[in-house]
């Protein structure tokens, strides 16, 4: 509401269309139904003025409304386009702002691990030049994501811990529900079901007020360790309500 408030308080041009562009990424982020009309209006507003940082947050934005609504074909090429404006920007605002970390989940949606991989390479890179501390917690998930899909287990918990690390060194709550997510269900999938329970637990109570990050990992592990404990009901009921 802030970042509405001031871009509608400013005339045309690129720092309004910077305001529309970031308030265009909080609507991704948190998945709202008025995203993707939202960032359509981004992306025109941003074009209009020509201006690299705000074309990139735009595109994004746009790119992750797309592949809720899966238009993945669309969505991949709005993700070049967020990722070529930050690498284009003149003044280093856009990749400060790590479009890469949002625009790598359309990867993981096509099961896209070499595209995923490249863009968590890219990410950390912008993070070890300009000093993003923030984001890189976001990369260890999608690390442990990716170390996840190839059954690279031990990987995707060390991907956990040291993002888990990270997140309170640089004091970043958003990605905390999700890191711990990631080690409930890489746990989980290891057998090793008391860990999984209890990082599930630290993962809810990080969702107590916001559980749009972690929520699908969490739901995977409860499932698995309901299964594991050898109540095939219960996993297949909570997958179910979920689901719905």
Same mark, same amino acid.
């Given at each position: 509401?802030?970042?509405? =408030?001031? *871009?509608?308080?400013?005339?045309? +041009?690129?720092?309004? #269309? /910077?305001?529309? $562009?970031? &308030? %265009? @990424?909080? !609507? ?13 209006? =981004?992306? *025109?507003?941003?074009?209009?003025? +020509?201006?690299?940082? #705000? /074309?990139?947050? $735009?595109? &994004? %934005? @746009?790119? !992750? ?29 856009? $990749? ?149």
């Amino acid at each position: 509401e802030v970042l509405d =408030a001031g *871009a509608t308080q400013l005339s045309p +041009g690129p720092l309004q #269309a /910077r305001l529309m $562009a970031v &308030a %265009a @990424l909080v !609507r991704a982020v948190g998945c709202t139904s008025d995203v993707r009309p939202f960032a359509e209006r =981004a992306v *025109a507003a941003a074009d209009d003025v +020509g201006d690299p940082t #705000a /074309r990139s947050l $735009a595109s &994004a %934005a @746009l790119a !992750r409304a797309m592949a809720y609504a899966l238009d993945f074909p669309a969505a991949t090429h709005m993700s070049a386009r967020a990722i070529a404006f930050a690498a284009d920007d003149p003044t280093g605002l856009a $990749a400060r702002f790590q479009p890469a970390a949002l625009c790598v989940m359309n990867n993981f949606d096509i099961d896209d691990l070499a595209g995923a991989r490249a863009l968590v390479a890219e990410g950390r890179r912008s993070v070890d030049q300009i000093g993003s501390l923030w984001a890189d917690s976001f990369f260890s998930v999608q690390a442990g994501l990716i170390a996840y899909d190839e059954l690279r287990i031990d990987d995707a918990l060390a991907e956990s811990a040291a993002g888990l690390a990270g997140a309170e060194s640089a004091g970043v709550q958003m990605p905390m529900a999700w890191l711990h997510s990631l080690e409930a269900l890489s746990a989980a999938r290891s057998g090793q079901f008391d860990r999984a329970s209890a990082a599930l637990d630290r993962a809810m109570a990080c969702m107590a007020d916001c559980r749009f990050l972690g929520i699908d990992l969490a739901t995977l592990a409860e499932v698995i360790i309901r299964e594991g404990n050898g109540d095939g009901d219960a996993a297949f009921e909570h997958l179910a309500d979920m689901w719905m």
